[in-house]
């Protein structure tokens, strides 16, 4: 069975993980992440992308076995992305409109007024890979659906801590985190 990556990051698509199209049919060449509603969910140059996924590389050495550094990664990301769609077709044939809430949600979370909280562009995610444990009341929570997309960016706040921010069409939720994740904190949670 051939596999098959996206044209736009080279993650390894899956069913589950596959973009949508204006008709919210699947995409079979570019995943959730890259793709949604019929457009790229950001404008990137190449290397944008590279420096955005070299972010992963702990990923990549687990999935491949490698113990790549993250400068080795984007080397092997310069090399590979050159054959996919999105960086060899001719720019002006691919779909560049942003998805119109992407907007509207960069538009809310700058309203939030949280000193240091600014953002420019959002990004889809999973939730499984933002779904960090909250304690509330003594108790350990989870407040995003792993199953789910949200929009969403990590903002570094000072030395070793960071802005999560995750959308969606229910809510906004807003934590911070030390570099590697851990000890989050639930900073806002809004119903939109």
């Known amino acids: 069975m051939e596999q098959k990556f996206c044209q736009s990051c080279g993650m390894l698509l899956t069913e589950d993980i596959l973009g949508t199209n204006a008709d919210e049919s699947k995409n079979e060449e570019y995943c959730i992440y890259c793709y949604k509603d019929g457009a790229f969910t950001g404008d990137f ?4 992308m590279v420096e955005y996924c070299s972010m992963f590389v702990e990923e990549y050495n687990k999935n491949t076995g490698q113990h790549l550094t993250a400068c080795q990664y984007k080397d092997v990301l310069r090399q590979f992305y050159p054959t996919l769609k999105r960086w060899k077709d001719d720019d002006a044939n691919l779909p560049h409109a942003d998805h119109p809430m992407k907007k509207v949600f960069i538009e809310e979370v700058n309203a939030l007024g949280i000193p240091g909280l600014h953002i420019d562009n959002l990004y889809v995610l999973q939730g499984s890979f933002i779904n ?3 304690c509330i009341n003594g108790n350990e929570v989870k407040l995003l659906d792993d199953n789910d997309t949200y929009w969403g ?5 000072s030395e070793g801590r960071y802005y999560g921010i995750a959308c969606c069409d229910k809510y906004i939720l807003v934590s911070q985190y030390d570099k590697d994740g851990n000890n989050a904190e639930l900073v806002l949670l809004k119903k939109r």
């Not at 140059?45 to 944008?48: I, L, N």
């Not at 960016?153 to 706040?157: A, D, H």
């Open 45 to 48: 140059t190449m290397e944008q």
């Open 132 to 134: 960090q444990p909250y």
């Open 153 to 157: 960016n990590q903002i570094q706040k």
